[in-house]
T-cell receptor, first 113, second 113 residues
Framework: NAGVMQNPRHLVRRRGQEARLRCSPM?????VYWYRQLPEEGLKFMVY????????ESGMPKERFSAEFPKEGPSILRIQQVVRGDSAAYFC???????????FGNGTRLTVT | KQEVTQIPAALSVPEGENLVLNCSFT??????LQWFRQDPGKGLTSLLL?????REQTSGRLNASLDKSSGRSTLYIAASQPGDSATYLC????????????FGAGTRLFVKA
C-alpha cells in the first residue's frame, strides 16, 4: 500500500511563473490537507479538501493560491505568479473518512528565483 | 483560535539520557493529539497518537501523555540515541467545527554520541 505521493520533490520557478504541486493520497483516503513549512518554522495549515469539495481554506492566501481535489486524479495546489516569499516546503497529508490521523507525503520543495 | 507551543525550541543531550519534550495548547476541545518526527529535508513520520479520551500512549522507548484540562502533552524519550536526532512536532486536531490539525513549531533534538 503506497503512502502519500507528492510530486515533484523539488520545483524551481522564476518569479511570475505558475507552480503546480500534486498529491496522491493513500488508497482509501478521501481527505487531503495541504500544509506549508517555511525554513526553521512549523507547519502552517492551508486547506482541507474532500473529493470535489473544499472543506476549510482558512489558511490559504486570498490571492494567487488555489487547490482542488477532483473526483479522479490527484489533488493539485496551484500557485500563480509566484514570488520569492512562496519558497517553502509544501506538504500534503491524507486521512480516511471519519478518522483524523494524518499520513504525510515527503513534500515538494519550491524555490522561486 | 487554537495555538500550539513547544518547549524547548532546541535541545542537545548526551547519548543515553532520558528527556522530556513539552507541548501546550490553548483550546482543550480537541479530537486528538499527535507527535511527529521530521528529519531534515524529509516528510513527517507519525510517532504516537492520543485520542482525547486517552491519557497516554507508548511505543518502544517513547511515551506520550495528554492532560486536556491543563492543555499539555509531554513526549518522553528513554535512553536517547544519536538516531533520535530530529525535529519533533506536536499537532492538535480540533474537536468541533470539522477536522483541522494545528502544529507547534517543533523541538530540534540533537543527541551526541
Amino acid at each position: 500500500n503506497a503512502g502519500v505521493m507528492q510530486n515533484p520533490r523539488h520545483l524551481v520557478r522564476r518569479r511570475g511563473q505558475e507552480a503546480r504541486l500534486r498529491c496522491s493520497p493513500m488508497k482509501g483516503h478521501s481527505h487531503v490537507y495541504w500544509y506549508r513549512q517555511l525554513p526553521e518554522e512549523g507547519l502552517k495549515f492551508m486547506v482541507y479538501l474532500q473529493k470535489e469539495n473544499i472543506i476549510d481554506e482558512s489558511g490559504m492566501p486570498k490571492e494567487r493560491f488555489s487547490a482542488e481535489f477532483p473526483k479522479e486524479g490527484p489533488s493539485i495546489l496551484r500557485i500563480q505568479q509566484v514570488v520569492r516569499g512562496d519558497s517553502a516546503a509544501y506538504f500534503c497529508a491524507s486521512s480516511p473518512p471519519g478518522v483524523q490521523t494524518l499520513h504525510f507525503g515527503n513534500g515538494t520543495r519550491l524555490t522561486v528565483t | 483560535k487554537q495555538e500550539v507551543t513547544q518547549i524547548p525550541a532546541a535541545l542537545s543531550v548526551p547519548e543515553g539520557e532520558n528527556l522530556v519534550l513539552n507541548c501546550s495548547f490553548t483550546d482543550s476541545a480537541i479530537y486528538n493529539l499527535q507527535w511527529f518526527r521530521q528529519d531534515p529535508g524529509k516528510g513527517l513520520t507519525s510517532l504516537l497518537l492520543i485520542q482525547s479520551s486517552q491519557r497516554e500512549q507508548t511505543s518502544g522507548r517513547l511515551n506520550a501523555s495528554l492532560d486536556k484540562s491543563s492543555g499539555r502533552s509531554t513526549l518522553y524519550i528513554a535512553a536517547s540515541q544519536p538516531g533520535d536526532s530530529a525535529t519533533y512536532l506536536c499537532a492538535v486536531t480540533r474537536g468541533t467545527g470539522g477536522f483541522k490539525t494545528i502544529f507547534g513549531a517543533g523541538t530540534r533534538l540533537f543527541v551526541k554520541a
